[in-house]
């Protein structure tokens, strides 16, 4: 099994509908960040989260880190097409930062 | 300008082919990487470069050959590759600190995306 576990692998949603992503580590987080990705192009960075219980937002975009779990949720509210993409968590779990990434989850928004 | 530039876009060649990706990062890091993304695979981490030493390698294949000249430029030769190393190499770049650690955010390039025949 993998060390960074996302869910679901991909999701269909209507426009105006919320959307909850989860990233799962199988071991102890030292840092949890979530990108956003194009198809066939680089990560944008999103958010990073390192204390237990933090929580940050940009724009609809709500990121939330539950140190105890090893687990972090994205949650979208009112999805608009923009937020259409694949979304990856990357974690530091040696302390070294060196990230390692989740499949990626693939977001689609339909009108 | 974006902060990370890769060239060239795509790139296709044989086997037997020598070829080399290249990496520019233009925000004044210290730290650059290359990831390698196949499909439905996590992002790979291959290599890292940290004040222009290599701290990380990954298990890479000899086929893959990284360079760091200075703080801004990262290259990934290529030769002799297999059709399974087609995929998306993204580099990134971070700035770490001398006493450890580093600020969090990689900043990535759009990729270069590889097909090996």
């Known amino acids: 099994s993998q060390e960074l576990e996302q869910s679901p692998q991909s999701l269909i949603v209507q426009e105006g509908k919320n959307l909850t992503i989860n990233c799962t580590s199988s071991?102890?987080?030292?840092?949890l960040y979530w990108y956003k990705q194009k198809y066939g192009e680089g990560l944008i960075f999103l958010m990073m989260l390192q204390k237990g219980g933090e929580e940050k937002s940009h724009e609809k975009i709500t990121a939330k880190l539950d140190e105890k779990k090893q687990q972090s949720s994205l949650h979208i509210t009112a999805s608009q097409p923009s937020h259409a993409g694949i979304y990856l968590c990357g974690a530091d779990i040696t302390g070294t930062d060196k990230l390692i990434f989740g499949t990626g989850t693939r977001l689609q928004v339909f009108p | 300008e974006t902060g990370v530039t890769q060239t060239p876009r795509h790139l296709v060649m044989g086997m037997t082919n020598k070829k080399s990706l290249k990496c520019e990062q233009h925000l004044g890091h210290n730290a650059m990487y290359w990831y390698k993304q196949s499909a439905k695979k996590p992002l790979e981490l291959m290599f890292v470069y940290s004040l222009e030493e290599r701290v990380e390698n990954n298990s890479v294949p000899s086929r893959f050959s990284p360079e760091c000249p200075n703080s801004s430029h990262l290259f990934l030769h290529l030769h002799t590759l297999q059709p399974e190393d087609s995929a998306l190499y993204l580099c990134?770049?971070?700035?770490?600190?001398?006493?450890?650690?580093?600020?969090?955010?990689?900043?990535f390039g759009e990729g270069s995306r590889l097909t090996v025949l």
């Open positions: 071991k102890t987080l030292y840092g």
């Open positions: 990134a770049s971070s700035q770490v600190f001398l006493a450890g650690g580093h600020t969090g955010e990689l900043f």
